[in-house]
Every structure is written in C-alpha cells, then in structure tokens.
C-alpha cells in the first residue's frame, strides 16, 4: 500500500515508519492489519498525572475510504486511571478492540470506563447477528448504564443513601426542594469524560458511528471520518485540510489517518505511540 502513495509524502512515512512492521490477523474474509510501534513493543513508558477534571485525555480516529470497502482507525496507547490513582501512562496496550469479525470499538477517557462500556455492549450483541447501528446503539445503551451507575456510587448513596430509582421518585414528591435541586444539579453536571468510536461492516456495508455523552449514537457515515479524545479537534481539523473523503483509496487514507494522529500528538494527554488498523 505504501508504493502507491504519491511522492512528496515520504518524509512522513519516514517518521511513521516505526508503526509500519505489524502482523496481521485474519477473521474470517476480511483482514483487520494492525500496525504496532516498535517503541510500544518493546515498552516504552511515560508517566504522568491525570487530574480528576482533565480525564478526557488520547486521539482515537477512524476513516472510511474505498467507496467504504474499507474502514482504517488509529488510536495512540495513552491509558487514563481516574481517581483515586489519577494516572497516565503510555504502554503497550491496545484501545482498538475487535467486536466479532469485522467491528472495532476504539474508547477514549477512563479505562474502566471504557472497558466496562465495551464489555456490556459485548455481552448485549454476543451471539447475535446486529448491525453495526444496532451495536453503535448498544454501546450507547451501555454507556447510559455505566453512568447511571457512577451516578448512585458518587453522588446518591454518598450523600442520601438512596438509588437511582427511590432518586426518582423522591424527586416527583418533592420538586421543589432546595436540597434535591442542588444534588440534581450535580448529576447533570455529572460526566464520564468518555467518548467512543464504533467502526465495522454489515449487510449494507462499511459504517462509522461516535457515542458520546450522555450516552448517545451518532452517525458519521456521510463526513466518513471523525476522531474523539483530547486531540479529537486536531485530528479532525488535519482530516479536513487532508480532504478525506470515504470515496479515497485505502493509501492515501492511510496515511491522512496517520497524519491526523501526529498532529494530535500537541494536544495534552496524547501519547507519542500509534496504533493502526484496517477493517
């Protein structure tokens, strides 16, 4: 794929020549090649704080291309620990995660979050045969979960001992309470600082969905490419200057997709390492 790139470009396959020795798994007729940092394999490490307001932290990309025969996503390897280790450390562990034969999830914010999220939506498809919206809508759903959840164990039982539900109603009783306003105001303030990329194939082809807060599904089928994290806006930003389109070959999305990610790399909690993959 390299040799059909244009010239000019060679001095940013120079500096993304390290992500390029990789291996490749086959599942099933499609071939998702992944393409691991030699840094990463080797586990370089880099340490840093996290505080608990700055958790939405990494780049995670996807693009389609090929008339959507093909999806390509990255993401960089920056892992996010919220409280109490507020911890960000750059190592050898992959946020692409392969849903089946031909889905990938890519999270960025929280890892528990994000592994919980990507567990639940497993579980919700496992077994059957959905398409991709379907999955983008139960990661959605599983979002929706997770946070209700976060929501009982940081601010109802905490401060009145109560779920979600007994929250409710005890909010339709009393409406006008002063008190209940002012923890209602908190669980709307309330965030998991995560953000979701679902790419992968059905019977109608190659799709690309984002799952944000407060947990809901997005398309982006029609712009055919979008990238979520703290370097999101940075990537998105070289996506566009790139002209990435979902009717470009595979090459040259490869490479604006690895463009977009070096540029994200300014942004704060974006990790150096790169990982890529094609479905």
Same mark, same amino acid.
């Given at each position: 794929?390299?040799?059909?790139?244009?010239?000019?470009?060679?001095?940013?396959?120079?500096?993304?020549?390290?992500?390029?020795?990789?291996?490749?798994?086959? !599942?099933?007729?499609? =071939? +998702?090649?992944?393409?691991? /940092?030699?840094?990463?394999?080797? @586990?370089?490490?880099?340490? %840093?704080? *996290?505080?608990?307001?700055?958790?939405?932290?990494?780049?995670?990309?996807?693009?389609?291309?090929?008339?959507?025969?093909?999806?390509?996503?990255?993401?960089?390897?920056?892992?996010?620990?919220?409280?109490?280790?507020?911890?960000?450390?750059?190592?050898?562990?992959?946020?692409?995660? !392969?849903?089946?034969? =031909? +889905?990938?999830?890519?999270? /960025?914010?929280?890892?528990?979050? @994000?592994?919980?999220?990507? %567990?639940? *939506?497993?579980?919700?498809?496992?077994?059957?045969?959905?398409?991709?919206?379907?999955?983008?809508?139960?990661?959605?759903?599983?979002?929706?979960?997770?946070?209700?959840?976060?929501?009982?164990?940081?601010?109802?039982?905490?401060?009145?001992?109560?779920?979600?539900?007994?929250?409710?109603?005890?909010?339709?009783?009393?409406?006008?309470?002063? /008190?209940?306003?002012?923890?209602? @105001?908190?669980?709307?303030?309330?965030?998991?600082?995560?953000?979701?990329?679902?790419?992968?194939?059905?019977?109608?082809?190659?799709?690309?969905?984002?799952?944000?807060?407060?947990?809901?599904?997005?398309?982006?089928?029609?712009?055919?490419?979008?990238?979520?994290?703290?370097?999101?806006?940075?990537?998105?930003?070289?996506?566009?200057?790139?002209?990435?389109?979902?009717?470009?070959?595979?090459?040259?999305?490869?490479?604006?997709?690895?463009?977009?990610?070096?540029?994200?790399?300014?942004?704060?909690?974006?990790?150096?390492?790169?990982?890529?993959?094609?479905?």
């Amino acid at each position: 794929k390299l040799a059909l790139m244009p010239e000019g470009r060679e001095s940013a396959l120079e500096r993304g020549a390290e992500t390029l020795a990789g291996t490749v798994h086959t !599942a099933g007729d499609r =071939s +998702v090649v992944e393409k691991e /940092s030699f840094a990463g394999r080797v @586990g370089s490490r880099l340490f %840093s704080q *996290a505080g608990e307001g700055n958790r939405h932290m990494t780049v995670c990309i996807g693009a389609l291309c090929d008339d959507g025969k093909a999806i390509v996503v990255a993401s960089d390897r920056m892992m996010t620990y919220s409280a109490p280790m507020n911890l960000q450390v750059e190592m050898p562990v992959k946020k692409i995660v !392969a849903i089946g034969q =031909s +889905v990938a999830i890519l999270f /960025s914010g929280g890892v528990a979050d @994000g592994e919980d999220v990507i %567990s639940k *939506a497993r579980a919700k498809i496992c077994g059957s045969n959905k398409t991709i919206h379907e999955i983008a809508d139960a990661t959605a759903a599983s979002y929706q979960e997770i946070k209700r959840r976060k929501v009982e164990d940081t601010i109802l039982r905490p401060l009145i001992g109560i779920d979600f539900n007994s929250w409710a109603s005890l909010l339709a009783q009393s409406a006008a309470s002063q /008190s209940l306003a002012q923890i209602l @105001g908190m669980i709307s303030q309330h965030n998991l600082q995560l953000e979701l990329l679902v790419a992968g194939f059905d019977d109608s082809g190659g799709h690309l969905f984002g799952v944000f807060h407060p947990g809901i599904s997005m398309p982006m089928d029609t712009i055919g490419c979008g990238a979520i994290g703290s370097g999101g806006l940075h990537a998105n930003v070289r996506l566009s200057l790139g002209g990435q389109i979902r009717g470009l070959s595979m090459a040259d999305t490869l490479f604006n997709v690895y463009e977009a990610k070096a540029a994200a790399e300014v942004a704060p909690g974006v990790g150096k390492l790169t990982d890529i993959a094609i479905v």
